[in-house]
């Protein structure tokens, strides 16, 4: 029902605003990208204002030329947001009074349900998908520069196929997808096979400070401003380092926290044997998935990181694999 309700709205409203989370991700851009493109193909009046730039592994979406950086709000009917659990994950101090009515298409079991319409699948791989199935529901024709972008949804948020988010029907999405021109190969190499020098040295430093706790159980990961300094990378240049983290053999939860230039401290959370994480996260008034979550904390990384990491020495003690 939701479905069809958000396809109702956009077809009758002509002004319309698309916005996603701060720090986005592959999936809010490819889903951002892909209804951009149809809306536009349907005549519509689109913007799209996102809080962040777009990070250098995505500036070759097809809808770059369109996306605007700012926190002022421009005149629009209907406001889209895409991939974000938390109202508050567009900015910091956003207000709901900037807005006409919002359509809230996520995917996160753990979203707050803040818009006029919410259509969240938490069984969806991921918003991508969703917005793929709603620009079906619109009637507009998925040509080469949608499918890559849906596409692009998809493969970061299902960790290229790997996460226990890919089913089947996942797959036969991506069929399609390829189907209808998707260059999977150049899409993949233009995300995940590229790396800056800075990015590099970040990823020394990150990797010389991962240890284990709790018997090898815990697998902790640090980055502070000083480390962003010494290396002059970029906050985007940590996308995935968490998965470093959980590769350690033994680790069953992997704790990624990094220093933000504000002096908030940015937590990653992952699991590897079937533990919610999304319940640790919820400690520190956090969200998302099942497997991987994370939240917002205060106060100094190395407290920061025994908080966290007792919280889930905690839940892995009282935890009872199926």
Known sequence: MSLELTAQWL?????????????????GLGAQSALYLALKSMGKRVRVVNHDPLPRSYTWLPYKDAVEVSDNIPPHQVCVVLDAGD???????????????????DHHFSNKMYGDLNWIEPEASATGEMVYRL???????????????????????????KYSNTTAQVHRLAAELIDAGAQVSAICNRIFASVTQPALELLRLALAGLHTRDGGKVGVMTLSQ???????????DTDNLVDFVRKVDGVQVAVFLKERPDGKLKL????????????????????????ASGALLSGLLPEAADRVVAEAVKALAAYVKP
């Open 11 to 27: 077809r009758e409203k002509d002004d319309i605003l698309l916005t996603t989370h701060v720090n986005p991700d592959g999936d």
């Open 135 to 161: 620009i079906k529901s619109l009637g507009v024709k998925v040509d080469r520069d949608i499918a890559e972008s849906v596409y692009t949804s998809v493969v970061t948020d299902t960790g290229s196929f």
């Open 268 to 291: 990653s959370l992952r699991s590897r044997n079937g533990l919610d994480v999304s319940a640790i996260a919820a400690k520190f008034g956090g969200g998302g998935h099942k497997y």
């Open 87 to 105: 109202f508050g994950r567009i900015r910091d101090g956003v207000k709901r009074d900037e807005f006409k009515l919002l359509i809230n298409i």
């Open 226 to 236: 000083t480390d962003f300094a010494k290396s002059g990378a970029l906050d985007e």
